[in-house]
């Protein structure tokens, strides 16, 4: 199957490892000009070697605090110099600290607005402009399951995941007639750092060991196994291509079953 994306200019934000890694590896494959950016230079440089090395093809890093608005501006900025306009965003941003409501504060409420909502309009606002001139675009936003199933002690994320996913709908409206889409996928339990660390955290609660809270989670899905981050990022690569041009406005579940709701 030819998805047509030779050539594109790709951005994938928190990109140097996990899922935002697997895509960026993804749209190599399918020989796109790929730039990948996270907040830590060390892991963009392991990351790019990494994967120089794997697919004999360089890859663009930028060092980015998603946080930061003028660190967004200066990332589209870079790509835009070195390829020309973006073609393809991937927002995607590790998860906001993990708590329920009395362990949150305004400071954690603001940060995750800036990591998690903030930072997509933030790239999207940018990256729109040459999509108009150009009458193509795609715009992907890596979010949670928590957006149909709101997860026990993850209340930032259940919180401003869903205010992506209402962002991403209400926008695909404003900007389907410059034949630009957006879309959303929603991983459930993937095999990444970030999951290991919520194991550990449920372990510690529970008094098991970590491996033995994944196999736990593993047993909570209909398919009895965790997703690997290539499983997401196969989803993403997807919607971005040409043969998916008539779907906008949804959020892909990638979860093995997970989510118990018909819809």
Request: aromatic share 6%.
């Amino acid at each position: 199957m030819n998805l047509n994306l030779k050539n594109k200019n790709v951005l994938v934000v928190a990109a140097s490892s996990g899922i935002g890694r697997a895509i960026a590896e993804m749209f190599l494959e399918e020989e796109c000009n790929v730039t990948i950016c996270s907040s830590n230079k060390e892991k963009l440089e392991i990351a790019s070697k990494e994967i120089k090395d794997k697919f004999k093809k360089d890859v663009f890093y930028v060092k980015c605090n998603i946080n930061n608005p003028e660190e967004i501006k200066s990332t589209v900025k870079s790509v835009e110099n070195n390829f020309g306009a973006i073609d393809i965003l991937v927002n995607n941003c590790g998860g906001p600290k993990p708590g329920y409501f009395d362990d949150l504060n305004d400071e954690h409420w603001k940060n995750a607005l800036d990591q998690v909502l903030l930072s997509a309009v933030r790239f999207t606002r940018l990256v729109l402009p040459n999509m108009k001139k150009n009458n193509r675009g795609r715009i992907i936003n890596i979010t949670s399951i928590s957006v149909k199933q709101p997860i026990e002690n993850l209340l930032l994320s259940n919180s401003l995941r869903s205010g992506v996913t209402a962002f991403a709908k209400t926008l695909s409206n404003q900007v389907g007639q410059f034949n630009i889409t957006v879309n959303n996928v929603a991983p459930g339990l993937t095999l990444t750092g970030r999951l290991e660390e919520l194991a550990e955290l449920r372990a510690k609660d529970s008094g098991v060991s970590k491996e033995e809270m994944l196999k736990q989670m593993a047993g909570e899905i209909p398919l009895k196994r965790l997703a690997s981050p290539k499983e997401v990022a196969s989803a993403a690569v997807y919607l971005s291509s040409e043969i998916a041009g008539y779907i906008t406005g949804q959020t892909i579940v990638v979860d093995g079953g997970f989510i118990k709701s018909t819809y």
